[in-house]
């Protein structure tokens, strides 16, 4: 004859239980975990591939008139990563990320680009001259911030290139107006290059 025992049913029953709500939880952290590493960037930003998604659902939301997207390169970067190693420049490209994201609103948006020293921020609400101005004033706050690498102080300056949105325009289309804006931004280093057309 099998002795029932109705208390042990129970705690078994809240064992399983609790197995379950605790695995379905860990669960839970690791797929939101791994959507995170998705869309961010390792410098926790957004990443190249969700610049791609936001940039085309900013285009099509008819809510949003216009924008403005902003294309900054960091200044001879590849000098930091020559002469102390990536891992050691990389210190530097969190501190300018850092930075940054202090110096922009909540409702701007912040990208790296393609995985290198080059980020994106798209500024919605503003107009391309007040995007200029605020451009010219993180530039000048980056160049006049005390970076410091193994114990030494070292400067940075960033270039620009922005433009705005336009009816019916592509995303293909404002990347590359910026990359323009860029180019020539970069040839003079450490300044800012509109395209308004």
Do not use: C
Not at 53 to 71: D, Q
Not at 95 to 124: A, Q
Not at 170 to 189: F, G, I, M
């Amino acid at each position: 004859m099998i002795n029932f025992n109705i208390y042990g049913l129970v705690i078994i029953l809240l064992s399983i239980s609790l197995g379950f709500v605790i695995s379905y939880w860990i669960f839970k952290r690791r797929v939101a975990s791994l959507k995170n590493l998705a869309f961010s960037d390792d410098l926790g930003i957004y990443n190249h591939r969700e610049l791609k998604s936001k940039l085309k659902s900013i285009l099509k939301n008819p809510s949003i008139k216009s924008f403005v997207f902003v294309l900054i390169d960091i200044d001879r970067f590849k000098n930091f990563n020559d002469n102390y190693g990536y891992d050691k420049a990389d210190i530097l490209l969190q501190e300018f990320v850092n930075i940054t994201k202090g110096f922009i609103r909540k409702s701007d948006l912040f990208f790296r680009y393609k995985n290198g020293d080059e980020f994106v921020i798209i500024f919605n609400n503003i107009g391309i001259k007040e995007a200029q101005e605020v451009g010219n004033r993180l530039r000048r706050v980056i160049a006049n911030n005390a970076f410091e690498l193994n114990n030494q102080q070292v400067n940075l300056t960033i270039s620009m290139g922005i433009t705005s949105s336009f009816k019916n325009d592509s995303a293909d289309n404002v990347r590359k107006r910026a990359e323009v804006a860029l180019q020539e931004a970069k040839q003079s280093k450490n300044t800012v290059v509109l395209i308004e057309e």
